[in-house]
């Protein structure tokens, strides 16, 4: 623990230290080339810094946060394009819009019970998910690893929903939602675009499928263009989810994380080719709820077939619910000790 929270420490220095450079210098550089060669170095660095931790949380956090979504959207910057233009007013509005998969709320809605109900009954559920750990021998394997996965959900949810709220209080705005309820999706245009990790797509879209279309479009109609662009930002999604593999297991990736993202860039892909045929859709239009199971059960299905093996082999998985449990514990009895020091 104690080496742990040293290597945060240097990870948190770095990384503000190397988002104020880019927030003073660069913008006074000329966007495209020049600029991207002016944030290289940035870029380069964290790639390196999820390899600081031995915590898998640590790891994940770091690689998700910086070398994924910090690094795409600095490349973006340096080209005028992305959610960093037009430049934050403010250092710490830069930091943490650079840093973090929040993004300002343009039209905020009046505040409702209904969120803070539906965060409290996430963490009811994943404080019984954490107690059915303690049954895991006797469950067979693939109801354990079905708990993992709902597990590494709800801990992303309730981390980004805390983090949300803090930074909405430091910043003064109100920010999006990072998703959107994806289990009640009804399709997997509807589950990847628009509901799950809303902020990915925000950066895919103009880093790869804008650039990919437009190519595309020189040598094919503007309808069937779109197809192109799916599976490059597909491909290039799964890419990176290897490279979040990588930091998670330290082991070289098997290439079937990318396979799975190429197969829903192509059932992507097929579903719009129907959509299409107006005819088709009205033939065999289904219910919401038979679409919904049908979405997520394929999304489940695909990434239980093609990336489990690896998080089995590696043993990531209870090494991460094994962390998990350990800083639920150290908080639990933090908290005891200082209510039993109050009321002594």
Not at 16 to 32: A, D
Not at 65 to 70: E, G, R
Not at 200 to 212: D, E, H, S
Request: hydrophobic letters at 50%; charged letters at 15%; aromatic letters at 14%.
């Amino acid at each position: 623990m104690e080496e742990e929270l040293k290597s945060l420490i240097k990870v948190l220095v770095i990384a503000i230290m190397s988002i104020s450079y880019c927030y003073y210098l660069p913008p006074k550089i000329k966007s495209g080339i020049p600029r991207f060669l002016s944030v290289l170095p940035i870029v380069a660095l964290f790639l390196v810094l999820p390899l600081f931790y031995s915590s898998v949380h640590l790891s994940f956090i770091t690689a998700f946060s910086l070398t994924w979504l910090t690094n795409f959207k600095l490349i973006l910057f340096s080209f005028d394009k992305g959610p960093l233009i037009p430049i934050p007013k403010n250092l710490l509005w830069f930091l943490f819009f650079t840093c973090f998969p929040i993004k300002a709320q343009q039209n905020p809605k009046p505040n409702t019970h209904l969120p803070k109900l539906v965060f409290a009954i996430k963490v009811a559920i994943f404080g019984v998910l954490l107690h059915l750990y303690g049954y895991k021998q006797s469950m067979p394997p693939i109801l354990l690893m079905g708990l993992y996965f709902v597990h590494l959900y709800l801990e992303i949810e309730i981390i980004f929903t805390l983090l949300k709220v803090f930074i909405s209080i430091s910043l003064g705005c109100e920010l999006e939602p990072q998703s959107n309820k994806p289990y009640l999706a009804t399709s997997l245009q509807d589950f990847w675009g628009r509901r799950w990790n809303i902020m990915v797509p925000a950066i895919l879209r103009p880093a790869v499928y804008t650039p990919m279309r437009r190519v595309s479009e020189r040598r094919m109609s503007s309808s069937w263009a779109l197809f192109p662009g799916i599976l490059a930002t597909f491909i290039v999604s799964g890419l990176v989810h290897d490279l979040l593999f990588f930091y998670l297991t330290r082991e070289m990736p098997t290439g079937k994380v990318t396979l799975f993202f190429v197969l829903q860039g192509v059932c992507i892909a097929a579903e719009l080719a129907v959509k299409k045929k107006t005819t088709v859709m009205q033939r065999w239009r289904l219910s919401p709820t038979v679409s919904r199971i049908l979405t997520v059960g394929f999304v489940f299905v695909t990434g239980f077939w093609l990336m489990t093996p690896q998080l089995t082999r590696s043993g990531v998985m209870e090494k991460y619910t094994n962390e998990a449990l350990y800083c639920v514990d150290f908080v639990k009895h933090k908290l005891l000790w200082l209510v039993g020091d109050i009321y002594n």
